[in-house]
Structure formats: C-alpha cells, structure tokens
C-alpha cells in the first residue's frame, strides 16, 4: 500500500459505485428521455444492470447472513442465485425489446433527433464511469485484491458503451438518424451479454459446481501439506455458498491414532485453509484411516 | 421489519427499468420534436361562456374567407409547371406561387434547400397526416358542468364528418373525447399531435364520455381527404419578419461578411419585429443563444417559442453588431391577406425592359388589382419573358419597389437604378409579401460561380479609338459579351461591335448613340443583332444596306456563334 489512505479508500469503492450509478440512472435517464436519444435510454438500462449486480451481491450478503435454522439446516447462501436468475431473465427481455425497437426505428425510418442534452448526458457518463474505473484499479492494486480489478473493468465497459452512444448521438446530429438507435442496440447487445454472464454463473454455482478460479484448489492443497500427521487427501469438494466457499476435505490419516488426535488434526486442518483463504469459509473435515507403510 | 426493505433496493431499479424502456419505445414515435407549436389556443371569454360548441369552426370558416393561411391541402398536385411549388390552397396569391417559395414548412418529409429557401412563417398541417374526421373544440363550461366533467378535461366533438373514420368507429357529435390512444387529451391540439405520430391505418382508441357514461371506440385512421381542414395547430408564434437565406448576391450588395444567418427583406407593420426595431437589409445571425444556419432553422425556433416570451436577436446593421430583444406574439387575425383579383389590363403606362421581362409604371389602378395600399409606387412586371428574369424568379405581378437598396417610385429610378448591370438585389413585392430577388452579375450563377463563356472566350475588347472595322453590330444590356441581347425600344441599350476578322469587339456607350444609322455608316457595320426593333429605325437601316437579324434571344455571345454558323435569319420585307 502506497498510502495510509488506500485502504479508506478502497472500501469506499463499493459505494461509490453505487452511489455513481444511481445518479447515471437518473441523469442519462432524464436527459435521454427530454433529449430524446434512444441510445441513452438504452444505456441508463445498462447502468440499472450493473447496479442490479452490486444490489443482487448486497442481498446476497444481507440472506446468507441468516442463520442456518431447522428448515434449513445449510442455511441460505442459495437464494442470491434465485434472486439474480429472475433479475437478469427480466433484464434479458428488456434487451431484447432494445433491440427489437432500435431494429423497428431504423427499417421504418423513424426520425430520432436528439438534441444536445443528450450528448451531455453521456459525456457526463463517460467521465463519472472512468474516474470510477480509475479508482477501483488504483484500489484493487494497491490493497491486492483481483476481484476488485476485475469489477473496475466493468466500468471500463460502461464507458465504451457511453462513448457508442456519445457517438450515435452526435451522428444523428449530423443528420444519419439511423446512427441513434444503432447505438441502442449496440448497447441492448452489451446488456444482454451482462445477462448471459450473470444467469450462467448463478446456475453454474446453484449446480454446485466447483470455483473457477484454479488456484483454490492449489492453495488447499498448499495448506494442507503444511499440517501435520496428515497421510494423504483423499478428496476435495468445494462449492460457492453466496459469498463464501464451502469445502468437504476427506484426509487420509493413520489408522492407529487417537480419536483425539484424529478431532486435533481436523481443527488444524480447518484453521490452515482458513488462512489462506481471502472468502469466509466453511470447512467440513473427514478422515480416513488408512495403512500407513513407511 | 429490516428484512423486507431489502427487496426494496432492486424493486425500485427493475421499477426504474420498466419506467425506461417505455419511454425508450416512446422516443422513436414523437417525430420532430422541436416542429411542435406548444402554445394553446386563445379562447376569448364570450366564446367559453357562451354554449356554442361550433364556435371554432365559424371562426376558421371566417378565415379562410379572408384567404387566411391556414388552409389545410391535403395532396398537392405534381408538375406545376416553370419549377414553381404551390402548396397552398390559396386564391389570394395572383399568380401562384413562384420564385420556389416554399410555403409549407411544417411539413418534415419536404426536401430542404429549395431555390431561393424563402420561407413565410406559417406553420401547417402534415399533408400526409391522418385523421378522425372530427371537429373538435374544448370543452366549455356548460358542458363540462352537465356532463359533471372536471374544468378543462376532454375535447368536445362539435361535427362528425360523413364517412369518416370517426363516424365508422361510432363517434358522435356532443361526445367529449377524454382519452385519444391511451393518452388524456385536453385540448384539439393534443389530439392532432397523437395524429401527427400515427400513419394511416392504424388503430387507435378514444375513451369517449357520452351523456355522463365513458364509451370506447377503435378507430382505423385514414388519410384526409383533400381540401379538408383537420384539426390544424392554429395561430402559431408570430414575429411578422420576411426572411430570406442568403446568396452570394445579396452578401455583396450588402456588404455582409459571411452569410451565416439569414436576411430580413420586409418587417411588417405593428409587427414585434417592428417593435424590437429589426428594419429590412438586417441579418440575423443569432436568435437567442442559437446561431443561425438557415430560415428553415430561424422558423422552428420562432414556433418553439412561446409568445410573449422575450427573445435577443443578435443581428448585423452596416458592418456593426446590434442586439434587439423581440417579444414574438400572435398573428392578428384582422391583418390576413387582402383579396386580391386578377390584374386588371394594363392601361396608359411607360414601359420599359429589363434583363428579359416588360416592366411599367405601376399605376393606381394596378395597385388597387393587387391589393397594395394605396399610394404604393413601383415598377410592375407585366411580362417575364425570357432569361435571366425567368431564371431568377420573376413573375408576372410583382411589383419593384427597390433595387440594390434605391428605391424605385418610377421609371425614370428603376432605370438608374437598374442600369448597372453588377448584380443586383431587388425588392419586390408579390402577394402581400415582400421578397428579394438576387439578380447575379452576368456571367454568373446566383452561387456566385461563373458561367462557362465558352466561344466568347476568344473575343477580347478593344478600346473604341478612332472607326473600328465591325461587320455586325449587337443591341446589348450590357457593355460585354456576356449581356442579353435587347431591342432599340429597350431604353438605352448599349452597342457592341464585333469584328470576327480579329475576334475584338468594342462597347459603345448608350449615351453615343443617339444617331444610330450614322454610328453604324461610320463604324461599316453591316448586321445588327437586336431582339425587337421598331419598323422605321428597322427601314431606315435596311435602305442603307443594313442587314437586321432581329428577334434574338440569349447573350450576345451566343449570338456572334449564331452569327459565325450562319444560323441568324435576316429580317425581310423591309
């Protein structure tokens, strides 16, 4: 960490992005309707998208943070995937309309004039989205952590988008009033593919599917060669539950060891991948006694 | 508790989502937004207070009586011929409409850039657009309190129109329309914009309330039916200037930097303009904060102003820049155009020519045909005849009033003032409106381009030293090769005297040839060209061995090259 400020300022990220994003809403919103530009309106959708995502993660939170209770004894880090499933369907219909009316507007000709306002609106969309870029990547950097880096490219992708429409918009001006509703749809095809994105991650992780990332596994694996009086592993299982891992460690230990010290290599093993996971975690932890022959 | 607000957060986005995309359909529907007059139409109070539904109609019918422009046309016919465009049902207008004025400019599928983009600002129906077929006024308020209708809701159906859409879907008159494809409507003006973005045969529906009951209808919308008045936006915001776009003629005459902005060729009398203090010559260069391009650009922003409201006009007066604050109003209804009847025959009148059209004295009588106050002194067109006048836009029954600036009350100014042949920007009036009319410089285009001179390139001027050796004499307007040929009844034609043996020519003054046989003797000239000339100059010239090639039309150069090829045809029978 380069200041004593990163730190404050990279938990600000989160909200700043939501705070960003609300007021795009309503400023491209606004100024694409009394402007009158299709690509803009098509663009406050796409920020309602992006907010959608960061809504869906603090829901997630907000559920998982229950208490596993009776009903349901592995408590309800699930839901999230429901909630963005629905969400992003209805996203995806949405996009599809963008695309259908931007397609319509331009076979019939429809004169869509935009006026400057308009072009402001995503000039102002353009820089609120890079600066909010450029601080995520500064953050993320700085307090060592992809997944920021990874979100603030996202914002780089608004940006791109702003700048289509910016474009579009200018086009019309010029007289090409086909160009503003291309930019619709150019930006209808971005959501959609947000949608895609995040519909099969939520169905991949209520699957149970394993973590993407490669390197969870390694890390476990890292961990666990570090405790002691462990014969072997067996197996790995390993599942997203919300914003936590859940994982099933089957050891192989001695089969001639105490009960003890069976539970004492179990803390060990549970303490170990907890540390040097960055995701809260769960771990469950069996062992399996077998013949050691040195 | 804390738990429900959870689902608030993406409830109001997806809500916001919703709100969007409708409004994102809602965007490629309204067509031209900045066409739109906003303004609602002046209602005096005797007309609210008294229950007559049909009052707006009487007043339109009055309207159109005094040949207001607000006549709606629903097809214009093709090919009127001489590239003229009349787009209004107009009986006042003498002689159509000319010039390539564009009438009708609220009318967004027209081809901009027409000609000499003169634009009279009058805003018009959609000639394409659909209708109900319904006569439709507000509500007044004895209605509205039988029918127990909040004040100033709904539109009230004074006459369905026989066979017309709204007849077929089952509307009647008294009805009062509150909803008109999902939208309330309050005023007919609401109504014709829910039209203005519909097409013929769709299908809208109109919530009706019909003796205290709601009603619905679907109706299939048509095309109107030619020569009928569909609810037009009435009385638009008014400033009462003439405005012209400016050509390459009109920036020299008066001496404007650039021509970016437009020209104001006439400010109407008790007018807003005239109050702000606009005079005519002035360009316009901004109108509020906007810069001028064009007159289609200044007259969507007059409509989108709302009268009453003060606008700064930034315009150019000789070289300095002025800001004059104009508050735009209404057209007054008393001030539509004069009747005006087909001009009577010339009578005793002193006639002369110009750049191929016959002009007069306009005198009483004339004024008193076209309408014009009385006392009004110019220069009549009576015939257009041949080019550059026919090119430019003349007409039969325009009256000269200036060119380049100096009036022209008589003959005597007009041909002073029209002598100079570098150009000129003429102040007209035609109708009751006044219009520049930019006469290019010979030789060139009204862009400014010059015209390829072509055989006439090898002939160079010689100064008129001592007898030149000419074999053909030309009656021109102008002292070059490049002016038309004219007749000796033309007032003070100049001569040209060409001598093909060495391709010169020389110019002679107007002014020396006041013994026209003895000059031609003198200089050896053999052959006058000249487009009329008068029988005894015709015989006097013929019986000293003069052949006369008279009747020609075009520049002189052209007719030397029909001269050359042997294509003029020598007057006979002298």
Redesign the interface.
């Known amino acids: 960490m380069k200041y004593a400020a990163c730190e404050k300022c990279a938990r600000s990220v989160g909200m700043v992005n939501v705070v960003g994003n609300i007021s795009m809403?309503l400023i491209k919103?606004y100024m694409?309707?009394v402007g009158?530009?299709?690509g803009l309106?098509?663009d406050?959708?796409h920020s309602?998208a992006d907010?959608?995502a960061t809504?869906?993660m603090?829901?997630g939170l907000?559920?998982s943070g229950r208490e596993k209770d009776d009903d349901y004894p592995y408590g309800y880090g699930k839901a999230e995937y429901l909630?963005a499933i629905v969400?992003y369907l209805?996203?995806f219909v949405?996009a599809l309309?963008?695309l259908y009316?931007g397609a319509?507007?331009i076979i019939e000709g429809?004169?869509?004039?935009p006026?400057m306002s308009a072009a402001w609106g995503a000039i102002f969309s353009i820089a609120i989205n890079e600066l909010m870029f450029r601080q995520s990547v500064c953050a993320g950097t700085q307090i060592n952590s992809p997944s920021m880096v990874a979100k603030a490219w996202e914002s780089r992708s608004d940006v791109l988008s702003s700048i289509a429409v910016l474009i579009g918009i200018i086009g019309a001006k010029m007289g090409f009033h086909f160009m503003d509703?291309l930019a619709?749809i150019a930006v209808g095809i971005i959501i959609i593919k947000i949608c895609i994105e995040m519909v099969k991650d939520a169905t991949l992780n209520l699957m149970d599917r394993m973590p993407e990332e490669e390197d969870v596994m390694e890390q476990v694996r890292g961990a666990l060669a570090r405790v002691k009086d462990i014969a072997g592993i067996k197996d790995i299982h390993a599942r997203e539950v919300g914003p936590s891992l859940e994982f099933e460690v089957w050891l192989n230990v001695q089969e001639h060891i105490t009960v003890s010290h069976g539970e004492r290599i179990k803390r060990e093993a549970k303490k170990a991948i907890k540390k040097v996971m960055e995701k809260e975690s769960f771990v469950r932890v069996r062992l399996f006694p077998v013949e050691v022959v040195l | 508790m804390k738990k429900n607000m959870i689902w608030l957060g993406p409830i109001t986005v997806l809500a916001f989502v919703a709100v969007l995309t409708v409004m994102y359909g809602w965007v490629g529907s309204i067509n031209s937004i900045g066409h739109e007059t906003r303004e609602t139409p002046e209602v005096s109070p005797a007309n609210q207070v008294q229950p007559r539904p049909d009052n707006r109609a009487d007043r339109r019918a009055g309207r159109q009586g005094q040949g207001g422009q607000l006549v709606h046309h629903g097809r214009f016919p093709a090919g009127i011929g001489n590239g003229q465009i009349q787009l209004i049902n107009n009986p006042t207008f003498p002689a159509g409409i000319g010039n390539q004025q564009i009438q009708l400019i609220n009318n967004t599928t027209f081809p901009a850039g027409i000609g000499n983009g003169q634009i009279q600002l009058i805003n018009q129906n959609n000639p394409a657009q659909p209708f109900l077929g319904l006569n439709l006024s507000e509500v007044n308020e004895v209605v509205a309190k039988e029918l127990k209708l909040p004040a100033g809701t709904g539109v009230y159906v004074n006459k369905v129109v026989a066979m017309s859409p709204g007849q077929k879907a089952g509307i009647k008159t008294g009805d009062v329309i509150l909803k008109c494809a999902h939208k309330t409507v309050n005023t007919p003006e609401q109504v014709g914009q829910i039209l203005a973005g519909k097409k013929a045969g769709d299908v809208i529906k109109v919530v009706v309330n019909r003796n205290g009951g709601k009603k619905s209808f679907h109706v299939k919308l048509e095309n109107a039916p030619m020569g009928l008045d569909v609810g037009a936006i009435q009385n638009p915001t008014w400033m009462g200037a003439d405005i012209q776009d400016i050509d390459t003629v009109m920036k020299i005459q008066f001496n404007l930097p650039d021509n970016r902005g437009v020209i104001v060729s006439h400010v109407a009398q008790n007018s807003p303009a005239q109050a702000a203090g606009l005079r005519t010559g002035d360009m316009i260069r901004r109108f509020g904060g906007t810069r001028l391009q064009d007159v289609k650009q200044l007259q969507s922003l007059i409509l989108g102003s709302r009268p009453g409201q003060q606008v700064r006009l930034t315009i150019l007066r000789n070289g300095r820049h002025l800001a004059l604050d104009v508050i735009p109003g209404h057209k007054p209804l008393g001030s539509a155009t004069p009747n005006i009847p087909f001009i009577a025959p010339a009578d005793m009148a002193i006639e002369g020519s110009w750049i191929g059209m016959d002009v007069t004295e306009a005198s009483a009588n004339d004024v008193a045909a076209l309408g014009l106050p009385a006392g009004t002194r110019g220069i009549l067109v009576n015939d257009v005849e041949s080019p550059p006048a026919t090119m430019v836009g003349f007409q039969t029954g325009d009256v000269i009033m200036a060119v380049n600036g100096s009036p022209t009350p008589d003959m005597k100014q007009f041909v002073a003032a029209s002598k100079k042949q570098s150009g000129a920007v003429v102040d007209i009036i035609r109708g009751n409106k006044h219009l520049f009319i930019s006469v290019p410089p010979p030789g060139f285009t009204l862009q400014g381009t010059q015209l390829n001179t072509g055989v006439n390139n090898k002939f160079r001027q010689v100064a008129m030293a001592g007898p030149i050796r000419g074999r053909l004499g030309i009656f021109a307007s102008g002292p070059d090769l490049n002016s038309p040929v004219v007749g000796n009844t033309t007032n003070l034609p100049y001569l040209i005297l060409v001598d093909l043996s060495n391709n010169s020519y020389a110019v002679m003054d107007p002014n020396s040839l006041n013994s026209l046989p003895q000059v031609l003797q003198q200089h050896k000239v053999t052959g006058l060209v000249c487009a009329n000339i008068s029988g005894p100059t015709a015989a006097t010239l013929a019986s000293r061995g003069v052949v006369i090639y008279s009747g020609v039309v075009g520049t002189a150069g052209d007719a030397i090259h029909l001269y050359e090829t042997n294509r003029l045809i020598a007057m006979k029978g002298l």
């Open positions: 809403i919103g694409g309707v009158g530009s299709k309106i098509a406050a959708i309602c907010l959608l809504v869906v603090i829901i907000k559920i909630v969400i209805f996203l949405i309309y963008i009316d319509m507007a429809r004169q869509v004039v006026c509703p619709a």
